[in-house]
C-alpha cells in the first residue's frame, strides 16, 4: 500500500482504538467506580478530606503540603506542556518559509499538508496538557484554603462541596496527563503510520492494566476504608467521652 494510503487506514484506526478505551474508561467509571484507579482514589480523597477537616487546627499544616505536593506535580507538567509547545512553534517557523508553505497549500501538496497536521496535532495535545493542568492548580489552590477552615468543622455539606473540588483538580491532572500520553502515537507519526498505529495500541494495553483493579485490590481497599470509618468513630467517641 502506497504511504498515503497507510495514513489514511492506520492513524484513523490508531486514533478509534484509543478513543474507544477511554469511552469505555469512562462509561465504567460512571457504571462501576470501584472497578477503575480513578473511582478508588476519588474514593480515598473524599476519606482523607473528612479525616483532615475532621481537626483544621491539628491536621492543617499537614493538608496545606499535602495539596501543596500536588499543585507542583501539575506546575511541572504545565510547564513541560507549554514549553514542548513553544519548542514545536519555534521548529515549525523556522524549518518552513512562510511563501513557500502558502503556495504549497494553494496548489495542494499533499505532503505539507500532512506535516502541518502532525506537528499541528502534537502541538494541541500540549496546549490541551497546560489548559487541563493549569484548571488542575485552581481548583488545588482554591481547596487549600477551604479545607484549613475551623468553622466548617462538622457540617457535611461543606465538606462535600471541599471534596468536589479537590476530585475535579484530580481530574483535571489526569486529562492533562492523558494529553501526554496521546502525544506519544502522534510524536511517532512522524516516523509513519505504523509506528502511529502500533503505539496506540501498545498504548491503550497498558493503559487498561493501569486504570483497572483487580477483586483483590477492591477488597483490600473495602477494608482499609471501613477500618478507618471504625476508627474514626472509636477516636470521636472517646473524645466526647
Known sequence: MEEDRLDLVLVPLGLSVFGIYHAWLLFTLFQS???????????????????????PLKNGVLTVQTIRNNIMAST??????????????????????????????????????????????????????????????????????????????????????????LNRGSYFWSLGLRAFYLSFPLFLWIFGPIPMFVCSLVMSFILYFLDTTTSFTRHLHSHTMKGDVRTSEVLSGSQSL
Open 76 to 165: 511541572l507538567l504545565a510547564t513541560t506542556a507549554i514549553t514542548l509547545s513553544s519548542l514545536i512553534g519555534v521548529f515549525v517557523s523556522s524549518t518552513g518559509n512562510s511563501g513557500n508553505t502558502a503556495v504549497q497549500l494553494i496548489y495542494g501538496n499533499k505532503s505539507s499538508i500532512l506535516s502541518s497536521i502532525k506537528y499541528f496535532s502534537i502541538l494541541l495535545c500540549f496546549l490541551v496538557a497546560f489548559l487541563c493542568n493549569v484548571q488542575s492548580i485552581r481548583y488545588y489552590a482554591h481547596v487549600s484554603f477551604l479545607a484549613t477552615v475551623p468553622t466548617w468543622q462538622g457540617q457535611k455539606e461543606c465538606i462535600e462541596y471541599v471534596t468536589r473540588n
Open 33 to 55: 467506580p470501584r472497578r477503575t484507579v480513578i473511582g478508588l482514589n476519588a474514593e480515598s480523597r473524599r476519606q482523607w478530606v473528612f479525616s483532615m477537616m475532621a481537626d
